[in-house]
């Protein structure tokens, strides 16, 4: 399944970022694509709250079959006054378009932001954990927020995996030695001690210490799609 994401991406011109007309000239100045890794990375942020996840993704897939919302950078707060299901026609750009989505998910407006620092604002709302580096294996779900790692740009995936109850972990694809991170990597929120030790004791591990060896069969496990949630 193709991973799609929708984020605020040009104006009209299609390199410009400000001075055009408001509103989506175009269909592109705010649309969805295919997923790609941007060449400055990205960070992942996920929402504590499944159903907030969800409504992330419902929201900025609202937004950009909106063509009342257009792409400018000088004009990047109209969305906020307006709303994604906005009538009038008025504009963002890919920072303050997160933002909307956050406020018509949760309730909660984080403050400003732009992909500087969207990090760590986003962060310290409580309502988001860091899922660290996007990298190859890595499960990217409905309304994960993405952010590139320095100043550059900012998406959330409207089509990706669902948090679901299976009874084993996906199979990791990855190159990482941690299991920490491979276990983030496929979707795994609570990466904690206490939860890892739960994990071990179903999949057999008694009196589990954390050792090297242990943790590598752990991984050994994940790699195969054999790991127990």
């Known amino acids: 399944m193709a991973v799609i994401i929708g984020s605020a991406r040009h104006d009209e011109h299609g390199n410009c970022y400000s001075g055009g007309k408001a509103g989506d000239q175009t269909g592109q100045e705010v649309s969805t694509q295919k997923f790609y890794n941007h060449s400055k990375g990205w960070n992942v942020l996920r929402a504590k709250d499944n159903k907030v996840a969800e409504k992330l993704a419902e929201a900025m897939q609202i937004a950009c079959g909106n063509k009342n ?15 994604i299901n906005t009538k009038v026609k008025t504009e963002c750009d890919c920072s303050s378009l997160v933002r909307a989505c956050i406020i018509y998910a949760s309730g ?18 409580s309502l988001f954990d860091d899922m660290g ?3 190859a294996g890595f499960i990217l779900r409905n309304g994960d927020i993405l952010v590139t790692r320095i100043k550059g740009h900012t ?11 299976a009874k084993y972990y996906p199979k990791y694809t990855g190159n990482s030695g941690s299991i920490v991170e491979a276990l983030k990597a496929v979707g795994e929120d609570d990466v904690s001690k206490e939860h890892r030790a739960e994990i071990a004791k179903k999949n057999g591990f008694s009196n589990f210490k954390f050792t090297s060896e242990e943790n590598s069969k752990m991984l050994s496990l994940l790699k195969k799609g054999k790991l127990k949630k």
Do not use: M, P
């Not at 998406?155 to 109850?165: L, N, R, S």
């Open 155 to 165: 998406v959330i995936v409207v089509k990706g995996a669902k948090k679901c109850k």
């Open 69 to 83: 919302i257009g792409y400018d950078q000088s004009e990047r707060y109209g969305v906020i006054k307006h709303g």
């Open 108 to 125: 909660k407006d984080v403050g400003d932001f732009n992909t500087s620092n969207e990090l760590s604002v986003i962060l310290k709302s």
């Open 133 to 135: 580096s996007y990298h």
